[in-house]
């Protein structure tokens, strides 16, 4: 099995520097924030917390590609980094400290490129999360000081916490009907949105979450953490990894269960 330990404490130093650059701008009464192509904000916070990263990178791993929200695709190969700058703006935009800084390393392989290395990290939260294939997943302020993170055992849905981000997505896509019938067969239900509903499924929580549309740099960090705390993460057609547009992630006990419910094929 391949060792990711270098790149796992690569991924931690950049996430080092997204986070002072994002910090030091977050509530800043004069931050620049603009509207992208498809009418999402972008900040300026965004745009030079991936620009950080993407010279890092370039200088410490020349060969390999970078993909990021804001500057799209650069570079070819077997190996490619994947970065959400900052996943949540319209949270960091209005003060709410709910965001983090998404990075992975994915790699070339049977059914295309998947994550093998993951960092999530949330400063105005004081916390991070991360995982490496193979070695398990992890939260903590820095890879010496780590708790080993695990999925819940809960196996029936009627016991179950849920997980999600909003109500607008599932309505666009026909599926609200389905979405609110899994909001009546669950214990709880919370909207918590964006990477923490994953995070917690891989602390165990939340046993499981659902979004309607993501895109790889969304997602692709949240798939590698919550597979090596023992969960699931597919696409909502059950498809695993982050390639779908969109996820349902869980404990593994009840993915079969949420797929039921929101399986575009049905």
Same mark, same amino acid.
């Given at each position: 099995?391949?060792?990711?330990?270098?790149?796992?404490?690569?991924?931690?130093?950049?996430?080092?520097?997204?986070?002072?650059?994002?910090?030091?701008?977050?509530?800043?009464?004069?931050? #620049? +924030?603009?509207?992208?192509? %498809?009418?999402?904000?972008?900040?300026?916070?965004?745009?030079?917390? @991936? =620009?950080?990263? &993407?010279?890092?990178?370039?200088?410490?791993?020349?060969?390999?590609?970078?993909?990021?929200?804001?500057?799209?695709?650069?570079?070819?190969?077997?190996?490619?980094?994947?970065?959400?700058?900052?996943?949540?703006?319209?949270?960091?935009?209005?003060?709410?400290?709910?965001?983090?800084?998404?990075?992975?390393?994915?790699?070339?392989?049977?059914?295309?490129?998947?994550?093998?290395?993951?960092?999530?990290?949330?400063?105005?939260?004081?916390?991070?999360?991360?995982?490496?294939?193979?070695?398990?997943?992890?939260?903590?302020?820095?890879?010496?000081?780590?708790?080993?993170?695990?999925?819940? #055992? +809960?196996?029936?849905?009627? %016991?179950?916490?849920?997980?999600?981000?909003?109500?607008?997505?599932? @309505? =666009?896509?026909? &599926?609200?009907?389905?979405?609110?019938?899994?909001?009546?067969?669950?214990?709880?239900?919370?909207?918590?949105?964006?990477?923490?509903?994953?995070?917690?499924?891989?602390?165990?929580?939340?046993?499981?979450?659902?979004?309607?549309?993501?895109?790889?740099?969304?997602?692709?960090?949240?798939?590698?953490?919550?597979?090596?705390?023992?969960?699931?993460?597919?696409?909502?057609?059950?498809?695993?990894?982050?390639?779908?547009?969109?996820?349902?992630?869980?404990?593994?006990?009840?993915?079969?269960?949420?797929?039921?419910?929101?399986?575009?094929?049905?």
């Amino acid at each position: 099995m391949a060792d990711y330990h270098d790149d796992l404490r690569l991924a931690h130093v950049l996430a080092d520097a997204a986070d002072a650059a994002t910090m030091d701008r977050f509530k800043a009464l004069d931050l #620049k +924030v603009e509207n992208k192509p %498809d009418m999402t904000p972008v900040s300026e916070a965004d745009k030079a917390a @991936e =620009e950080l990263i &993407r010279s890092q990178l370039q200088r410490a791993r020349p060969r390999d590609a970078i993909l990021g929200e804001e500057y799209g695709i650069e570079g070819t190969g077997p190996r490619r980094w994947v970065i959400d700058p900052i996943d949540g703006t319209k949270n960091y935009v209005r003060g709410v400290p709910v965001w983090a800084t998404l990075i992975s390393l994915m790699e070339a392989g049977e059914g295309g490129y998947q994550p093998v290395v993951g960092v999530v990290s949330a400063p105005a939260l004081g916390r991070r999360w991360w995982a490496a294939k193979g070695a398990g997943a992890y939260s903590g302020r820095s890879l010496s000081s780590a708790t080993r993170l695990g999925v819940s #055992k +809960v196996s029936r849905l009627s %016991d179950a916490s849920f997980a999600y981000s909003s109500l607008s997505g599932w @309505e =666009e896509r026909g &599926r609200l009907n389905d979405f609110l019938d899994l909001t009546r067969s669950v214990w709880r239900t919370r909207a918590y949105g964006d990477f923490w509903p994953y995070m917690m499924v891989a602390e165990g929580s939340v046993d499981i979450c659902a979004e309607p549309e993501l895109s790889l740099w969304d997602m692709a960090a949240n798939a590698i953490i919550v597979q090596e705390a023992g969960g699931s993460f597919t696409g909502l057609d059950g498809v695993p990894g982050p390639h779908s547009g969109n996820a349902a992630a869980s404990n593994g006990l009840l993915h079969a269960e949420l797929l039921d419910f929101l399986d575009p094929r049905r």
